[in-house]
């Protein structure tokens, strides 16, 4: 199995709404990502998990909140976003191999009211 | 911030001619990759080089690394309009695990 799956595929949310994004692989990656990327341009590192501890997070607010339960599955958790948090939000996962392929789920397309 | 500029920003070509998309990055880098995304779509892996290689094949792709200008060009040949998409490179910033992108080039095939 060489698929990231993440759900769900679109979200609309208010400013004082919470919800998560999933993310899950079964390739047995120990490294996993959350890029959010904006309409025409590249995809921007918001977070690295490394054997499901927190090793890069790239100065992102605290409204987003990442969390790794096991090693085959990711979570952001969203609470009190903004309208310009407007995204999609893409997981991927890779061997524990600094600048190994990155495998991509589809993303998530999030619109913040 | 971003690591790398790519030229152009966008290409438009008929079927059957060949694509290069070019990439620039600031710092040393242990590995330079391209993906390619479909309109609003997940990022698919192309090709991977390392900063010791000059050169590498992949079907239609070739992709070339100079690291002492620090710069990657992509080569697509014989295009087809399924090669529509946006092409990213990206890089591991001198190692670890902080992937950066490049601004990316669009590229449009036509039929």
């Known amino acids: 199995d060489t698929e990231v799956t993440q759900t769900p595929k679109h979200l609309v949310m208010g400013m004082t709404n919470k919800k998560s994004l999933k993310c899950e692989q079964h390739?047995?990656?120990?490294?996993m990502y959350w890029y959010k990327q904006k309409a025409k341009k590249p995809p921007e590192l918001m977070f690295v998990?490394?054997?499901?501890?927190?090793?890069i997070n790239e100065s992102v607010p605290s409204r987003f909140s990442p969390e790794c339960p096991n090693s085959s599955l990711l979570n952001l958790h969203l609470h009190a976003l903004q309208p310009e948090d407007s995204a999609l939000y893409l997981c991927?996962?890779?061997?524990?191999?600094?600048?190994?392929?990155?495998?991509f789920g589809p993303g998530t397309r999030l619109t913040v009211l | 911030s971003q690591q790398g500029e790519e030229d152009p920003q966008a290409l438009s070509i008929q079927e059957g001619e060949n694509a290069t998309m070019n990439c620039s990055y600031k710092?040393?880098?242990?590995?330079l990759q391209w993906y390619r995304q479909n309109s609003g779509r997940g990022l698919v892996h192309l090709i991977l080089?390392?900063?010791?290689?000059r050169e590498k094949h992949s079907g239609r792709l070739r992709v070339t690394l100079d690291t002492s200008k620090k710069s990657s060009s992509l080569l697509i040949t014989a295009s087809r309009a399924a090669d529509t998409a946006s092409y990213f490179c990206?890089?591991?910033?001198?190692?670890?695990?902080?992937?950066?992108f490049g601004a990316g080039t669009r590229l449009f095939v036509k039929a």
């Open positions: 998990y490394s054997y499901e501890k927190l090793s």
């Open positions: 710092t040393s880098i242990n590995n």
């Open positions: 390739m047995g990656h120990r490294a």
């Open positions: 990206a890089t591991d910033r001198g190692g670890g695990f902080k992937t950066i």
């Open positions: 080089i390392r900063s010791n290689e």
């Open positions: 991927a996962s890779s061997h524990y191999d600094p600048g190994a392929e990155q495998f």
